[in-house]
């Protein structure tokens, strides 16, 4: 019986260490660049042009469903303003410098890379745009 406890225990011990081992293979591989149009925020910063940033998770539901509609945005006004997206669990340099604390969050930055306002949670494109033109940004 013991022997057969032990031999439990290990093949728990390897599965467990498997799937710690695959997170990130998993997060590495669901990356930002499949967001079409996005600019790596540091970039869009300093180019002189407006940024919204989308700052969140490729898990994460409201970040999901927020990704065609920047999309959109950067489609229909990219000649006006930047489009990033920062993936939280890539770059923890930038969620703590923008003092993230939920996601998803959309910061919206001037030209000259300062912020003007953020948003957390699900932002409905046409708050988002009349946002956008409220600052002057479209």
């Known amino acids: 019986m013991s022997r057969m406890k032990t031999g439990i225990w290990r093949i728990a011990s390897v599965v467990a260490l498997t799937a710690l081992l695959m997170v990130p293979v998993a997060c590495s591989l669901s990356g930002d660049s499949d967001w079409v149009g996005a600019t790596p925020l540091e970039e869009a910063l300093a180019n002189g042009k407006p940024t919204v940033a989308e ?45 993230i604390s939920l996601i998803p969050v959309q910061i919206i930055f001037d030209a000259s890379g300062e912020e003007i306002t953020r948003h957390i949670g699900y932002w409905p494109k046409e708050e988002l745009v009349a946002k956008l033109q409220e600052t002057g940004i479209i």
Request: aromatic share 6%.
């Open 55 to 99: 700052i969140g998770a490729t898990t994460c539901v409201p970040c999901r469903k927020m990704k065609p509609i920047m999309e959109e945005i950067v489609a229909e006004y990219g000649d006006r303003l930047n489009m990033s997206f920062v993936d939280v669990r890539k770059r923890s340099d930038l969620v703590n410098r923008y003092a």
